[in-house]
């Protein structure tokens, strides 16, 4: 598994946008809400597997899982 993005190169490009104030705890709470939006793929992506009597989570699950799970993360 790939290590988490290092909080340098995620403020530097949080702060790519000028026209945006950035509080000084944000790229923590990104990096948050990520690991949260993986985590809820992953139960959602195995739940899909285990309907579909699979022992494994293929790539059909995640992107028939995915699809739901953007429209509601959307806002």
Not at 59 to 70: M, N, T
Request: net charge positive; glycine share 6%.
């Amino acid at each position: 598994m790939l290590g988490k993005a290092r909080r340098k190169d995620l403020k530097s490009l949080m702060k790519k946008k000028p026209h945006f104030r950035i509080g000084t705890n944000a790229d923590l709470m990104v990096q948050l809400n990520v690991l949260m939006f993986l985590h809820r793929l992953a139960e959602e992506s195995r739940a899909k597997a285990f309907e579909n009597k699979s022992a494994t989570i293929k790539s059909q699950h995640i992107k028939a899982v995915s699809k739901k799970l953007l429209k509601g993360a959307r806002g």
